[in-house]
């Protein structure tokens, strides 16, 4: 019974997820503005990350599986935490438009998570340390992913105003500058407690180079945030020159993803 509900909760929540995507696509293309365009999208958003949140829940408990220690399980909870942040931060700094961008994200983490296998095993380590390596990174990736969204879409605003076009419904630039910092300012401490977790990980001496490589990837990612968020501490840097660096951290925050996608399928 269970699994059926579990099977159910995961094709509403796809159909949620793409009915919102694509409401927020068609209210950014609008030339005049509706004040029902993203209140629709934004009412199917929360209803499909609550079906969302009862997937998850339901398919754990059908596996017998913690939803921090698998990998379908990791990137179905990545969707739902770039969702959940995205509902809690969109109305407070007026960032609407980022929709367009982030539930296809998340869209593309749920169907996913549907064809990847467990993923690689660490038996030797405590589960309690596993769980909270996999837990702050992955709320730490959801704010990472959305600081880097925020990025993007100040980098194309203030392309158009430089080039005098016409103006677009896109959020203002200091709207976007002040939620790219504090998603920062979130996302990092997650994923410092991510990578002191995972050092643990590099008492592996039989690393292969995949393995090697995506710790480096890791952790330059975090050496490319921390240098964002110092510059801009220090030397007063904002805007389109943290918005480079932020664009750049989430790139390779994905491509750490990636890889170790590639190694749960065995590819």
């Known amino acids: 019974m269970n699994e059926q509900l579990a099977s159910a909760a995961l094709y509403f929540s796809l159909v949620a997820y793409s009915t919102a995507a694509t409401l927020y696509f068609v209210d950014l293309a609008r030339r005049e503005y509706s004040p029902d365009g993203n ?26 599986t913690c939803p921090v220690q698998s990998l379908p399980f990791a990137l179905d909870l990545s969707a739902l935490l770039t969702v959940l ?12 438009a980022m929709g367009v961008a982030v539930v296809p994200i998340a869209l593309a983490f749920l169907v996913g998570g ?38 993007a879409f100040y980098i194309v605003q203030e392309r158009r105003l430089k080039a005098k076009r016409m103006p677009s419904r896109l959020p203002a630039l200091d709207a976007l500058d002040i939620t790219e910092h504090r998603l920062l300012l979130a996302g990092f401490p997650l994923q410092t407690l991510g990578a002191i977790s995972g050092a643990a990980f590099l008492t592996d001496l039989h690393m292969t180079q995949t393995q090697l490589l995506q710790v480096i990837l890791a952790y330059g990612t975090w050496l490319l945030i921390a240098t964002v968020l110092l510059l801009r501490a220090v030397l007063g840097w ?30």
């Not at 942040?85 to 609407?96: E, G, M, P």
């Open 85 to 96: 942040a995205y509902i809690l931060i969109r109305r407070r700094w007026r960032v609407d």
């Open 238 to 267: 904002h805007g389109r020159r943290t918005a480079y660096g932020t664009v750049a951290g989430a790139a390779c925050v994905m491509l750490v993803l990636f890889i170790y996608i590639l190694r749960g399928t065995g590819a």
């Open 114 to 151: 549907q064809f990847v296998g467990s993923g690689p095993t660490a038996e030797n380590l405590p589960r309690g340390l596993l769980a909270v390596h996999i837990a702050s990174n992955l709320m730490g990736l959801g704010l990472f992913l959305l600081a880097g969204a925020a990025g």
């Open 39 to 64: 209140l629709w999208a934004s009412r199917v958003l929360v209803v499909g990350a609550v079906i969302h949140a009862l997937q998850i829940t339901l398919a754990s408990f059908v596996t017998k």
